[in-house]
């Protein structure tokens, strides 16, 4: 039997949160090569003696890092049969991730809607937020994909 990744648009229910599993640590690893990939090379991300004299006195881990990380966590429950992500909108950085922190996510459906031009898809709009191990908020985005509709 073939398992299922992702879902089609007539599985999404308005209001469904979908937790996403497992959750990621964040290791220095992690951190360091995503800044030298991306090329921030802010100190706030990569040194920390420059840290010791900051607000938060550790290194912070990069947003776009945590962006990217939460977004893939919610492939398998949200994008999977996805045509495209069309948009990503209200993105806020609610809160600091460190080294050693791990993050837990989940989206909710906020609508979901089939396409006025073609009778094979629709367009789920979306809220996901990710949280540290201490429940704390640390993400949040809002998207609109475009899945496919189950053939009939």
Not at 11 to 18: E, M, S
Not at 33 to 62: A, E, G, R, W
Not at 90 to 95: E, F, P, R
Request: net charge positive; with cysteine.
């Amino acid at each position: 039997m073939k398992e299922q990744f992702g879902k089609y648009l007539e599985d999404y229910i308005v209001g469904d949160i979908y937790k996403h599993w497992p959750g990621k640590t964040i290791t220095e690893s992690d951190n360091n090569l995503f800044t030298l990939l991306i090329m921030n090379h802010n100190p706030l991300h990569i040194d920390k003696n420059y840290c010791d004299s900051t607000q938060h006195k550790q290194i912070l881990v990069v947003g776009t890092l945590i962006f990217s990380l939460v977004a893939g966590m919610s492939v398998s429950d949200i994008s999977g049969k996805a045509i495209a992500n069309l948009d990503y909108e209200k993105i806020t950085h609610d809160g600091p991730v460190f080294i050693g922190d791990t993050i837990y996510a989940e989206t909710e459906i906020l609508s979901a809607r089939e396409s006025r031009t073609k009778p094979d898809r629709g367009i789920i709009y979306v809220e996901t937020r990710a949280f540290n191990q201490r429940k704390e908020k640390v993400l949040t985005f809002r998207r609109h994909v475009l899945i496919m509709k189950r053939k009939v």
